[in-house]
C-alpha cells in the first residue's frame, strides 16, 4: 500500500502556513504532524492548544498530533481531537498507556504509541488490541534538523515483523524523524506507511512545495 505523508508543522516557517497548507491540500497530503511539548518529557516548548485551534480554522486536513508530553492521559481534552485523526502519545510519559488510549478511541481517534529510539517494540505486546499505529522516533524527539539514529532503520523492520508475527498487520507504522531525500527509500524498504516530513525534505525553501510533495509520493 502507497505511504502517506504527515508534514511537521513546527518546521513551517510562520510567514508561509498558508501556502504550505494550501499547498498540501491541493497535493492530497493525509495528515498535518502537529509536535507538542511540555518542556518536562523533552527539553523544548513547542506548538501550543491555540497553535492547534488556529490551524484548525485554515483546513480540514487531518491532524496527527504527537504528544511529547508527561501524563497525556490527563491532558487529552485540551486537544479537541476529532474522528480519524491520529494522537500519539509517549510509552515512556506515562505508567497509564493503556488508560490513555481508551481515551483517545473514546474520542474518535485513531491510537498511536510512540517510542523513543532506545525503547524496545516488545513494550507493545499487551497494547496491540488498542493500537491503530506505532510511532518509531528515529531521532532524540524536541528539536527538528537533527541526523538519524542509524540503528533506527532495523528498528521499522524489526517493528513491521514483530506486528506481522503478533497478527497485526494492519497497524501502521509512522517513522519521524531526519525523514530525508536520501533515507525515505530506506525507511519505504523497511516497512513505513506514514511519513513525518520536515526540515530533510518538504520543508526546503529551494523548491516549490508542489515540487517537493510530488518528488516525496514518488519515493514511498
Ligand atoms: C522531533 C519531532 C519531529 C521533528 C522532525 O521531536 O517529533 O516531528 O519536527 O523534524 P526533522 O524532519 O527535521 O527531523
Ligand atoms: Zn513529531
Known sequence: MAGKITPSMMCAPLDKIGCYVKAFEENQVEYLHIDVMDGQFV?????????ISSLRKITSI????????????????WFDIQPGEYVSI????????QRALQTIK?????????????TPIEVLRYLLP???????????????GQKLIPQGLDKIRDTRKFLD????????IEVDGNVSWENIPKMA?????????????????????????KRFRSLI
Request: aromatic share 6%.
Open 165 to 172: 508475527d503478533m497478527g497485526y498487520p494492519q497497524i501502521e
Open 130 to 144: 488498542d493500537l491503530d499505529g506505532v510511532l518509531l522516533m528515529t531521532v532524540n524527539p524536541g528539536f527538528a
Open 189 to 213: 524498504a523497511a516497512g513505513t506507511d506514514l511519513y513525518v516530513a520536515g526540515t530533510s525534505s518538504l520543508f526546503n525553501d529551494k523548491v516549490p512545495v508542489e515540487e517537493s510533495v
Open 62 to 77: 487531518p491532524l496527527d498530533i504527537h504528544l511529547m508530553i508527561v501524563n497525556p492521559e490527563s491532558k487529552l481534552d
Open 90 to 97: 509517549h510509552y515512556e510519559s506515562t505508567p497509564h498507556v
Open 43 to 51: 527539553p523544548n516548548l513547542m506548538l501550543g492548544t491555540a497553535y
Open 106 to 118: 473514546s474520542k474518535g481517534g485513531k491510537t498511536m504509541v510512540a517510542l523513543n529510539p532506545g
